[in-house]
């Protein structure tokens, strides 16, 4: 917080500086956060204009006062202008300019601003902050109309290598270390698919891992995302490194084979599996030898369900005995279907796209059922699969191009890697299992689960 005040401070200088004043530079408030955010108080070297240093044209270099403030709970940057004596007329031509470059139907509780005031209320510069990174300013210039500029600040990217052993759970550790505590959460992403940390992190283990922390003026800023990491235990090795694309998110080990898995585990939480896949099952409703296309999971109305991929939409609403059905069309001929749903999470709808881990009903007793229960179905190419057989399959791995690009990159990193020294448990590497080569079938279009 004070680095980020301390910033906005330094920023602020800058604007004055270029319009003849000189910038002082307060010691920083402690205490409240919220007053740590508000930036530092700056004077104007009044007596540089009152000296004739500034004398062009008519543009007023005499400033009496500079209120600042941060947004508040019901309050706009106008009356937050007006209550500390800025003209009305005066901000509201300023608040027009200023919304050439900013939509104030967007302006949030804890943006800061800064102004500057002649002693009739005249505003002669405003400057509004909407993140570390963002700050637009107005400026009266010797026309009497005010300009508005939007600044960027240029965030800077730093890659940094670090050792975290394994003294607790993964959080204590990234604790212990020195590290932001977001570090651990990234951290436990990467390696969700195979590692479960609270089950599987052993005192002794360690990581090493290189991300990106991300500078603003020179100073620390915020975590960037984790390009490569490495798990060393006694119960094995992993290796992650992030997808050649910018952004993206998506982690490989050395040979590109994806670290994702293409399914959730499961696409709710549940009690137990009442039902498996069984193409020779008798049902229990209709007493005639019927096969049981999917997994039930036993779990009390209301339980939100999950996409278990990324897709399309296919299908919802009531479908004879399936009761309320979703159905998403996924990538690789796959396409997933959840039955006798109580209700549809608002705004799911047919065409509509839908990401992994996202909640598209919830579990219920509709249709042809006997109980609460989801039923879940997977189809490939068309073909009820057994879901349960499919829940290991990965993403599919790299390829052509993309492959060629990571390679390149991942031998840098596995070097960055290889220099941080750390006391692990000898283990010999494991390497994420053979993902499933992605099938060239086409979509399936029926949608009867
Ligand atoms: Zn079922």
Redesign the pocket.
Known sequence: MISVAILLGLAFGRIWTHRGGEVEEAPVASGSPMLALVAPRIRMALDGARDGRFVEGSTPAVTDLQPSGTIEPGQTLFSALTERGAAPASAQRALVALSAKFDFRRSRVGHTWEASLQSDGTLVALKYQTSPERYLEASLGADARFSAVDVRVPVERRTQAVAIPIIGSLWESVEAAGLDAQLAQSLAAVFQWDIDFSQQAVVGDALRVVYERHFLDGKPYRLGDVLAAEYLGARGAWVGFRSPEEDGTDYFNAKGESLSKLFLAAPCRYRRIS?KFDPNRLHPVLKIRRP?L???YAAPTGTPVRAVADGVVGFVGPKGGNGNLVSIKHGYGYESGY?HLSRFARGIKAGQRVEQGQVIGFVGNTGLSTGA?L?FGLKHDGTFVDPLERRDIRRPALKGRQLAAYARRVGALRDLLDKISVTAPAASPTEASDPAPPSAASWDESGDF
């Open positions: 039902s049981h999917g997994v039930d039955a229960h039923h």
